[in-house]
């Protein structure tokens, strides 16, 4: 069975590529191991809830055992889940992420993490999905880029809508470490002259992307909510 894993995330919104050449600047400069070690282009289909038992049995022929029985724990275990199909670099991938604590499973500090690389095109997948009662919610573009910074991993996006953003991110794998892995990620954000993005906020530039999504997708085109 595989280890439950938890997602420590900070995000920054760094708008214009000025902010990101600065920031780069100065992981370089903290770590003389920084480096990336990916380049990749995103589609990621985000949905409202549908038949999780519908879904499941859908699903049952692409997954093993051990991998639909952790799938159907997290959409079965919570009451606040996000599902998503992710199209990345020719790959295909369910991505579900469950809040452990009945918050907000899109931005909740505290996830727990499933993910699957499917033998499907994001087409057939989502299909699969609509025809288990889910429906989309949005969809979303960006290009990103993926560093080793320390011990984290950071990541840096071009996104459809919100422009520039950056992920600092830590995988823990016991829940007692939240707290001190959300103060190490921002001790280094403070010390590298950056500013977590409020969670209100986020959640607003979220809740307007969902509503004009068709606007943004697959574009450059970018708007400011603050």
Same mark, same amino acid.
């Given at each position: ?37 990916k380049r990749s282009s ?22 093993k055992r051990n991998t ?26 369910? %991505?579900? =992420? &469950? ?8 931005? /909740? +500090?505290?996830?727990? *993490? ?17 025809s288990s009662g889910f ?42 470490? %939240?707290? =001190? &892995? ?8 403070? /010390? +590298?002259?950056?500013? *977590? ?30």
């Open positions: 069975m595989p280890k439950k894993q938890f997602e420590i995330e900070v995000k920054v919104l760094l708008g214009s590529k000025n902010a990101v050449d600065t920031c780069l600047a100065k992981l370089r400069k903290r770590d003389p191991h920084f480096l990336i070690h995103q589609l990621n289909h985000y949905f409202l809830s549908g038949n999780v038992e519908k879904l499941l049995t859908a699903l049952s022929p692409f997954l639909k029985k952790e799938l159907s724990e997290i959409l079965k275990g919570v009451t606040n889940y996000s599902l998503r199909t992710r199209w990345e670099d020719g790959k295909t991938t369910l %991505v579900a =992420k &469950a809040s452990t604590h009945g918050k907000d499973s899109v931005h /909740d +500090l505290k996830r727990r *993490e499933f993910e699957t690389i499917l033998p499907l095109s994001i087409e057939e997948l989502d299909k699969l999905l609509l429906s989309y919610q949005s969809k979303w573009s960006r290009v990103r880029n993926t560093y080793s910074y320390k011990d984290l991993t950071v990541c840096i996006d071009k996104n459809a809508g919100y422009g520039y953003l950056a992920e600092f991110e830590k995988v823990i794998y016991n829940e007692k470490d %939240v707290e =001190k &892995a959300k103060k190490a990620i921002l001790a280094e954000l403070t /010390d +590298l002259d950056l500013e *977590e993005l409020p969670n209100d906020r986020l959640n607003r530039m979220f809740s307007y992307y969902n509503a004009h999504w068709q606007e943004y997708y697959q574009t450059e085109v970018t708007f400011i909510v603050e």
